[in-house]
């Protein structure tokens, strides 16, 4: 590589992580990636629009000997990652944040590499199907990869209402529902803005186009990673985005999809998988029953804010989703509850707890232990929604 090149590289750097500056809150990862032991490299990957960039320049702020540099630069575009880090370590630097590494070729083999010849440490971002079991190197053993959910409620209200306001657990909220909703009462008013310019990070202004924008790319370049990509599985992935905002979680099934694609089960299947996987969606099983075989058939959500989104395209969305999008969006590893034929059952069980997520005047009529309601009520078992849009 030219030393012109290197320089050139270096002063970007240094004028991005200047530029991060100006973000004075930071996500929830953040102090959950600094403590990681040195021994190890780091991956970050996440959707689009949700604020990897800026976490890792933040990172390299406060890391001594770092520089950043992002792999669709086309300063560097001809380099190998390999090429790029070994001069570089000739300048002294010895953090090296590389964004959107999945879009280098063999990038995995260059990485457990560099990783073997324990010359410098890498932290890395990715796209959300990206996978470090799946690749052609092992680096299971050498990077901790982290996953960054899309902008919770807090976080949005942070960042983007300038609050302060500190992570709240789910025990927590179960236990104090009522001090708690006594003393954040004010947030419930951000609650229907959140649902519209929540989830990611985009300005207001230009905020749709430039998650259309998104979401095309997630379509047509990350899920590249898992699959070829035709003109057919593109359609039928945005015709199958259409149908899940236009339905309840309920709905919409395997079989279901097969039959409005016209496709195999096998193809849904693989839809509903890849667009989990690229965090577009959010995919919720049933709860497992002792010495019964439930059907696994999910339910399936849309990330915050996609339902809004299609609303705004002219699509008639499911609205009565909303609120159980906003429960999943913020609470994972759940599950829903299966009952018999007829048979009503709360909602979702989270850490043995069970909750029906309604209206304010839902009652408890399935005998849920909490019901996640709209408004501000801790009557009974009531518990405001908004609260657990707190947890991280």
């Known amino acids: 590589m ?10 970007n750097s240094s004028n991005q992580i200047s530029w991060a500056k100006k973000f004075k809150k930071t996500r929830y990862l953040f102090k959950q990636i600094k403590p990681i032991d040195k021994e190890y490299f780091i991956g970050i990957r996440g959707i689009r629009g949700i604020g990897k960039t800026v976490l890792m320049l933040q990172l390299a702020r406060e890391t001594k000997d770092s520089v950043y540099f992002s792999v669709d630069s086309t300063l560097i575009k001809q380099f190998s990652i390999y090429e790029i880090v070994k001069e570089l370590i000739k300048r002294g630097y010895r953090n090296i944040f590389i964004d959107e590494i999945h879009k ?24 959300s199907a990206l996978d470090i079991t799946k690749t052609g190197a ?23 209402k300038e609050y302060n306001l500190p992570e709240i657990s789910f025990n927590e909220i179960t236990k104090n529902k009522t001090s708690l909703t006594k003393k954040y009462l004010g947030l419930y008013e951000h609650f229907e803005e959140y649902m519209e310019y929540g989830g ?77 996987n690229a965090g577009i969606i959010i995919v919720i099983f049933p709860c497992r029953k002792v010495g019964i075989d439930v059907i696994k ?3 399936i959500y849309l990330t915050i804010p996609l339902r809004k989104f299609f609303l705004k395209q002219g699509v008639e969305i499911n609205k009565g989703s909303i609120r159980e999008e906003f429960f ?18 709360p909602d979702f069980r989270f850490k043995g707890v069970t909750i029906e997520v309604g209206g304010i005047n839902k009652t408890r009529h399935q005998k849920p232990d909490y019901i996640a309601s709209d408004g501000l009520s801790t009557s009974d078992n ?3 929604l908004f609260l657990f849009g707190l947890v991280y």
């Open 2 to 11: 030219e030393e012109a090149i290197v320089d050139k590289l270096i002063l």
């Open 104 to 127: 280098k070729v063999d990038w995995d083999v260059e990485v457990k590499t560099l990783y073997d010849e324990h010359h410098v440490r890498i932290i890395f971002s990715g796209s």
């Open 138 to 160: 092992d680096l299971s053993r050498r990077v901790v990869l982290k996953e960054l959910m899309p902008v919770s409620f807090r976080e949005f209200l942070n960042i983007r």
């Open 200 to 276: 990611v990070l985009y300005p207001k202004n230009g905020f749709i186009e430039a998650l259309e924008n998104s979401l095309r790319k997630v379509i047509l370049q990350d899920l590249s990673a898992l699959r070829n990509i035709n003109a057919k599985y593109e359609t039928d992935i945005y015709k199958l985005l259409y149908i899940l905002s236009k339905s309840s979680p309920f709905e919409v099934n395997y079989s279901s999809i097969s039959r409005e694609l016209e496709t195999s089960k096998t193809l849904a299947v693989r839809l509903i998988k890849d667009l989990e």
């Open 297 to 299: 058939e999910p339910k």
């Open 328 to 345: 999943v969006n913020h609470l994972r590893n759940l599950c829903y509850l299966k009952g018999e034929r007829g048979e009503k059952t």
């Open 382 to 384: 009531k518990i405001p």
